[in-house]
């Protein structure tokens, strides 16, 4: 148990550039936030609903983070900042993803008025940025990323990059340009603003571009030596 902590604590801090050791993770809101979910996902799941209620609403006071006690959490989530942070009773959670604050993992009402699945599921390394939305019965796959105050309301491919209001993929495959962990799950710049997501998407696709371009470069002038080598050798030859 203790060896956990500390892999907890040394991810999150492999994730956060902020603290100086792991005694300051431990004052995190979003640990706290985390580790009481715990305990109320215990007593859910023994149907002590009061209790599970109790501890949940003494959390959010404490931390400013809702998960419901209902709530399916894997190993190492981290809750950047964490106030605001919403998560409803059927959304489940891989291990080693990251939510920033302002995010809501939301549910909708269904049609046929019968109670289900009604919140997302988060894969494994998926990356939330603040104040995005994602809303419904939705999968966001693996080292999918979602952008600051981005809207998801689709599916979400394995390894996309999500930006806008409704989302939508800047085409650019997360494992092409990430680097190995990118803060707020924003694509190309540090910073995301709704207002410019168009600039971003082009910004994305220019960046892309600009890259195959090197690429045909550096084949081009590979080719061009390949030829120029045999035509040297001859015109020694000759001479």
């Known amino acids: 148990m203790f060896n956990g902590l500390i892999a907890y604590l040394d991810s999150i801090k492999a994730r956060d550039p902020a603290p100086r050791s792991r005694w300051e993770i431990l004052l995190y809101p979003g640990l706290l936030a985390v ?17 599970a ?6 959390a959010r006071w404490l931390t400013g983070v809702d998960i419901h006690p209902g709530a399916k959490i894997g190993r190492h989530l981290f809750i950047d900042h964490g106030f605001g942070v919403v998560i409803g009773e059927t959304a489940e959670i891989g291990d080693n993803v990251s939510i920033y604050q302002g995010v809501t993992l939301g549910g909708t009402d269904p049609a046929n ?3 289900g699945k009604r919140h997302p599921t988060l894969a494994d390394d998926v990356i939330v940025g603040s104040g995005a939305q994602i809303l419904g019965p939705i999968t966001v796959n693996p080292r999918a990323r979602v952008g600051a105050n981005a809207v998801v309301t689709k599916d979400v491919p394995e390894g996309a990059v999500m930006v806008g209001i409704p989302a939508r993929s800047t085409l650019l495959d997360a494992s092409e340009y990430a680097r190995e962990f990118v803060p707020y799950g924003t694509p190309c710049s540090e910073t995301f603003d709704p207002a410019t997501q168009k600039i971003e998407i082009l910004q994305c696709q220019l960046e892309l571009m600009q890259k195959q371009l090197t690429e045909l470069i550096e084949e081009r002038d590979a080719l061009a030596a390949e030829v120029e080598g045999p035509r040297r050798k001859g015109g020694r030859k000759s001479a």
């Open 35 to 51: 580790g009481m979910h715990r305990v109320a996902h215990w007593l859910f799941e023994a149907e002590l609903f009061f209790l």
């Open 113 to 115: 008025g019968v109670g």
């Open 53 to 58: 209620r109790f501890v949940n609403h003494f």
